[in-house]
């Protein structure tokens, strides 16, 4: 078997497990990537850069976070530029919801700033599953 069918076959087992477990496993790759961005730029840059640092992370994340959805979790081919700018938007409405939800739970009912952000990206992830995959990666029918 040659490495191009290997790899092939691999690619197409791949996609055949449930699309949440594969948003999952590389959500996790996606957020230790934009976290290690982060870390990096902080470390070249200086920590009282750290705004400068998150829109580094962020556009060069997003690229890596774009791709890997793309490829490992949602499978399409082609439409690339339609797809990054779904997801930009995608990202987006995720951001703002997160926002309320992380400012809602902390005035009004947990109070801890990090159990409300864990429950808020719990919340927020299903909803970018959602926009992902119905809005950004929709198949044609």
Known sequence: MSDKSFFSLLYKNWC???????????????????????????????????????????????????????????CTKGNYIKEYLKCCSTWFVSYLLNVVILELLVRFAIKNVYISQFISISLVSICTYVLFKYFAFKKPE
């Open 16 to 74: 055949r497990i449930d699309d949440k477990i594969r948003f999952v496993i590389i959500g996790c790759i996606n957020a230790a990537i934009a976290f290690g961005i982060y870390s990096l730029s902080v470390l070249i840059l200086g920590s009282e850069f750290y705004q400068l640092c998150v829109v580094l992370q962020w556009t060069l994340s997003s690229v890596t976070s774009y791709l890997n959805q793309k490829f490992f979790v949602f």
